[in-house]
């Protein structure tokens, strides 16, 4: 498993097709049962819950449960690591965004979901919403550029950057920490490629 | 164990898209229903309003004869397992079945007898204080299961259970679910695009196409006499091949090169159906066309010369692909015959077992007795005046 960065927290939201008011009591013993909950709120359709730790747990299995356990169809999205951003704003954004995909489409909805349903307008709420602290940094644009117009040959890559191989490394490294994004992996490189091109 | 009712049921969406048109259908006791059909033909919207999940936009659902359409997903005394056979990762077996009926606020007894039991019809007895990882597959799904189980629901509701299974593991819990079904005796509804589930597992089959339902029968019902050129195509592999020609006057129907001499009895139906001399598709099942000595024997009038294009070696049987007035044809012939890509060779088609479709309805053509009797008392009443 990756090294993680530190002082950070994820949350998730869980969304249902009709209210879930009274299940949210269910939900929070539910999930404090393999999670330690930082804060749980919630309104008539959704529950919020904020948590720091790994969970080496499928939400999609617990929320596929839940659902026929309480007859609602239920959906998650789970964040990625969160420093800085203000938590319910980012939330605010998620939200707006999950109601531009068809209830049933995906039961899991993460950044890489998100991104894929919301391609065609990049904005700069996007762009920061997805390249978090790299939204303006033209260093890390150009790096990731370079290196996917390389085909993402490292060699190539670094020589073309005028870098070592191993500070391209890093950077590739650090991108997919901070923003869940590993553009080693094509369909990644594919969706992030639009905004650094 | 219940009955039910759908009733006129339509569904059409917000955006006015309709999923399902007029669907009625009678449920018995104790019947394992299967929908099957291609994807987007509404079979799951079907039974996610059986479930609830989904409102009705118009007509009638009744379970055991109470009007259910209003009523909540909780109350209809329903068990659904999905797609998925998703357990809750961090709970052992047991909890796992016994989670729904706690949130029920069951009495603890009450849940430990309810999940012993099921876990003994389903095997599970020795794995119980195991969690899902610890699990195989077929155990896994056996689980998912008995979380419908303890329930003692009246209907079980089934989405594609065993999709995310491997073709293997597939087979084994196809057997395992027919012989739970005939154990516990729940009425079941079953959600499946593969007619090969259908065919093996239902005790009658809902084929549908676009939101309509296209034909109702036990599995064999079915196969045997498709209603139309979509249920034809769609029930069995490889599919019914279809020639389009036209049957003449002299019982002969032509395709391209091809004639073939149609029987008595086929003839009969074209004939009450005012085909002849109209284009019309011939629609035989691929194991109805031999390479057999007798078989020619027996319909000297319907041996075609053709050339093998594939021949695919599945072990008992061999698949030859060849083309009869451009219309790929399939025959499963026996293994033994040892044939070639390449080959020229004779294959026999066993015309009572053949059907005939207008292509303009896509109907199969039906011998009608009431038709037969009525023209003939008109011309006995023709010949008495």
Redesign the interface.
């Known amino acids: 498993m990756r090294k993680r960065i530190d002082n950070v927290y994820r949350y998730i939201i869980i969304e249902g097709?009709k209210p879930i008011i009274e299940q949210v009591n269910?939900i929070e013993s539910?999930f404090s049962?393999?999670m330690v909950i930082t804060s749980i709120t919630h309104d008539d359709y959704h529950v919020f819950i904020t948590y720091e730790q790994e969970i080496d747990?499928?939400f999609?299995?617990?929320i596929?449960?839940i659902?026929?356990?309480?007859?609602?169809?239920l959906r998650i999205y789970v964040s990625h690591y969160l420093d800085d951003l203000d938590r319910f704003k980012h939330q605010a954004y998620v939200l707006s965004k999950m109601k531009d995909i068809p209830f049933n489409k995906y039961v899991y909805i993460d950044d890489k979901v998100l991104l894929k349903t919301h391609l065609d307008v990049i904005d700069d709420e996007l762009k920061r919403f997805i390249l978090k602290k790299y939204a303006q940094d033209t260093l890390m644009h150009e790096t990731i550029k370079g290196y996917l117009e390389c085909n993402q040959n490292m060699v190539l890559a670094a020589k073309k950057l005028y870098v070592h191989r191993n500070t391209l490394i890093q950077r590739i490294e650090k991108f997919y920490q901070v923003t869940g994004f590993d553009i080693r992996q094509f369909q990644d490189a594919y969706l992030i490629y639009h905004f650094v091109k | 164990m219940a009955t039910l009712k759908l009733k006129d049921i339509n569904k059409i969406y917000p955006n006015g898209v309709q999923a399902v048109f007029d669907f009625n259908l009678d449920i018995r006791d104790k019947e394992f229903i299967v929908f099957v059909g291609p994807s987007g033909c509404g079979k799951s919207t079907t039974l996610r309003m059986i479930?609830?999940?989904e409102e009705i936009s118009s007509g009638e659902l009744y379970i055991d004869d109470e009007l259910v359409n209003d009523k909540?997903?909780?109350d209809r005394n329903i068990a659904?397992?999905?797609q998925?056979y998703?357990?809750?990762?961090?709970?052992t077996v047991y909890d796992?079945m016994a989670?729904?009926l706690k949130?029920r606020k069951m009495p603890k007894d009450v849940i430990n007898e309810k999940v012993q039991e099921a876990a003994e019809i389903l095997g599970l007895t020795p794995y119980l204080k195991r969690k899902?990882k610890a699990l195989s597959g077929g155990q896994r799904q056996r689980v998912a299961l008995g979380?419908a189980i303890v329930r003692n629901a009246k209907v079980f509701l089934m989405d594609e259970p065993l999709s995310n299974l491997d073709a293997k593991l597939r087979v084994q819990m196809r057997g395992e679910l027919i012989k739970l079904h005939n154990k516990i005796e729940t009425t079941t509804i079953y959600v499946t695009h593969d007619q090969i589930e259908a065919m093996t597992m239902a005790s009658r089959i809902v084929v549908m196409k676009d939101g309509y339902i296209m034909q109702v029968g036990a599995p064999k019902e079915i196969y045997d006499n498709p209603n139309n050129l979509f249920v034809a195509g769609f029930i069995g592999t490889p599919p019914m091949n279809f020639i389009t020609g036209s049957v003449n006057g002299k019982q002969i129907f032509t395709s391209g090169n091809h004639t073939i001499k149609v029987p008595d009895d086929k003839f009969e139906i074209i004939k009450q159906n005012a085909m002849i001399d109209k284009e019309i598709v011939l629609g035989i099942r691929p194991e109805d066309i031999h390479d057999e000595e007798v078989v020619m024997e027996a319909y000297p009038g319907a041996v075609l010369d053709i050339i093998v294009d594939v021949a695919e070696l599945l072990g008992s049987e061999t698949n030859i692909y060849t083309s009869i007035n451009g219309h790929n044809v399939c025959a499963s012939i026996n293994a033994r015959s040892g044939v070639r890509i390449g080959d020229k060779m004779k294959l026999a088609l066993d015309m009572n077992k053949c059907h005939f479709f207008d292509p303009q309805s896509e109907q199969r053509l039906v011998f009608d007795q009431n038709k037969d009797v009525k023209a003939k008392r008109t011309k006995k009443e023709e010949v008495q005046e």
């Open positions: 097709k269910m539910l049962e393999f747990i499928s999609l299995d617990v596929l449960n659902s026929s356990d309480i007859f609602n169809d | 479930a609830g999940l909540a997903p909780k659904m397992v999905f998925s998703a357990l809750y990762p961090h709970m796992n989670f729904g949130l899902p979380r």
